[in-house]
Structures are given as structure tokens and as C-alpha cells.
């Protein structure tokens, strides 16, 4: 199984971008899907969570701006970001907890990396 990010890319301060995951691989289950974020120097954060059943949530700093859907026929999951600021800049990582068939354990997968830029 494997994630594939993209969707990142240069951008303005107040303008937008969709980030895209999609879990590849055959034999598999997804449970939770997430977004996380490491800015340089930092260490890596969350952005935002979504159930299987479409539950989310969010960590502060997108709150109001971002907005974290999933396509569960795809096995696919976005982060739509709005109004983005310099602050927003750093490489996104999407994350899904998976099962493999047979195995009723769930394992953390996680995708490459995107890179936001957000110029001021």
C-alpha cells in the first residue's frame, strides 16, 4: 500500500490550493485519514483528521480556512486550503491508518510529502 500526495505548490498570501492523497495497493482497509504539516525547524503538526464515517477535526491554525474531505470510492483524501499565509508554508504529509486484509490491525502509512509556499 502507498500514498501519494500532491497538489502543492507556490502561492499568494490569501490564495488557495487542494492538496490530494490517494492510497494505492489492493487488500486493504482505511480508517482514519489525516493531513500533518513540518515547517522547516519545526516539528511535524496536525492539520486536520477525517473518520471513515466523515468525522473531522482540526487544529487551530486552519480552523475557518481549511476544509479536509475524503472520496472512500477512491480511497482518496484532500485538504482544501483558503485565505493560505506565509505561516501555512511547509511540506504536507497525508496519513492514513490501514488494515491489511487478514489483519485487523491498524498501521499508520504515510504519504511523501507536498510542499506548500505561501509568499508574502
Known amino acids: 500500500v502507498q500514498l501519494q500526495a500532491s497538489g502543492g505548490g507556490l502561492v499568494q498570501t490569501g490564495g488557495s490550493l487542494r492538496l490530494s492523497c490517494v492510497a494505492s495497493?489492493?487488500?486493504?482497509?482505511?480508517?482514519?485519514m489525516g493531513w500533518y504539516r513540518q515547517a522547516p525547524g519545526n516539528q511535524r503538526e496536525l492539520v486536520a483528521l477525517?473518520?471513515?464515517?466523515?468525522?473531522?477535526n482540526y487544529a487551530d491554525p486552519g480552523k475557518g480556512r481549511f476544509t479536509i474531505s475524503r472520496d472512500n470510492a477512491k480511497n482518496t483524501v484532500y485538504l482544501h486550503m483558503n485565505n493560505l499565509k506565509p505561516e501555512d508554508t511547509a511540506v504536507y504529509y497525508c496519513?492514513?491508518?490501514?488494515?491489511?486484509?487478514?489483519?485487523?490491525?491498524?498501521?499508520?502509512?504515510w504519504g511523501q510529502g507536498t510542499v506548500v509556499t505561501v509568499s508574502s
Open positions: 496519513n492514513a491508518d490501514i488494515a491489511l486484509v487478514g489483519d485487523f490491525r491498524m498501521y499508520p502509512y
Open positions: 495497493g489492493s487488500g486493504f482497509s482505511i480508517n482514519d
Open positions: 477525517i473518520t471513515n464515517i466523515g468525522r473531522t
